[in-house]
């Protein structure tokens, strides 16, 4: 790898194709998203956001900032939670993702504090020290510069605020990672194909996970962007993990 390329999935593509490679994936699985996850996982996303809300510990009146947000299931939550005198960004950069997202909060009736942002984790339009909280959501291996998309994150936290990271990461036991490798690489493209008519953005979602930095070294990568207290909690046997830092006061 050079410093001129990146991975997109397995394979090797130059740094700038990476960005228009992801938006592809995202725009065709959009409409058919929720569905998926909800598929792929047996429900179980929802477990691993909501254990992501209780870490999160967002109060009334803050704002909250939700990067790769796509269909707004945290912004969602964080909505209830910040309340009126608070606020929601939800941030992403792919239109049909924010599109389906919108409409889906907007039909269930969650509007007034939440406001829409198409953005690139790496380049966050927003100001220095300005939310409360940042959550991104199974979005930073998507990303092509995830240390460049971390300092963006350390700088527009305000001192004190809390960054949260939920992503894939490495299962701990052998035996589990075998199954899952069995699972990601035959079934997941073929559910891709059967109810999103589209297997190769399937077979992107089984290989950028793999290619995903593992816990111990996101951690670092937490740490080296300046968050302090980095940590994070292993779910589901280390299939994802939620890591935690927090921007030194
Ligand atoms: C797997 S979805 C996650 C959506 C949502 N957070 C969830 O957990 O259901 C990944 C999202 O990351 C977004 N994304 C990819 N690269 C991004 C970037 N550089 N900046 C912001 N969002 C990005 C995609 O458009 C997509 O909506």
């Known amino acids: 790898m050079s410093e001129e390329t ?21 725009h ?18 929802r477990l691993w956001k909501r254990v992501t809300i209780e870490f999160a510990g967002a109060r009334q009146g803050q704002t909250v900032l ?3 947000g796509g269909t707004g299931d945290l912004t969602a939550k964080f909505s209830r939670l910040v309340g009126a005198d608070g606020a929601v960004i939800l941030a992403d950069i792919n239109a049909s993702m924010l599109q389906v997202g919108r409409d889906k909060l907007t039909d269930n009736g969650l509007v007034g504090n939440i406001h829409y942002l198409q953005a690139d ?17 199974f979005g930073l291996r998507n990303v092509t510069d ?28 052998p035996l ?20 999103a008519g589209d297997a190769d953005s399937y077979q992107y979602l089984a290989e950028s996970i793999r290619m995903h930095p593992d816990q111990e070294t996101l951690k670092a990568m937490m740490a080296d962007a300046g968050f302090e207290r980095c940590d994070y909690q292993n779910m589901t046997g280390g299939i994802v993990a939620l890591h935690r830092g927090v921007k030194p006061a």
């Open 6 to 26: 990146t991975h997109f999935g397995f394979k090797t593509v130059r740094r700038e194709e990476k960005a228009a490679k992801v938006a592809d994936v995202f």
């Open 28 to 45: 065709s699985v959009a409409a058919k998203y929720d569905l998926m996850n909800d598929l792929m996982s047996a429900g179980i996303h």
């Open 66 to 68: 939700d990067i790769a």
């Open 121 to 137: 984790a790496q380049y966050l339009p927003l100001p220095d020290h300005s939310v409360d909280l940042i959550t991104i959501a």
């Open 146 to 173: 995830k240390a460049l998309a971390l300092a963006s994150m350390q700088r527009v936290l305000k001192p004190g605020g809390k960054l949260l990271v939920l992503e894939f990461s490495k299962p701990s036991n």
């Open 176 to 195: 589990l990672a075998k199954v899952y490798d069995g699972y990601s690489f035959s079934l997941l493209p073929k559910l891709g194909q059967l109810i």
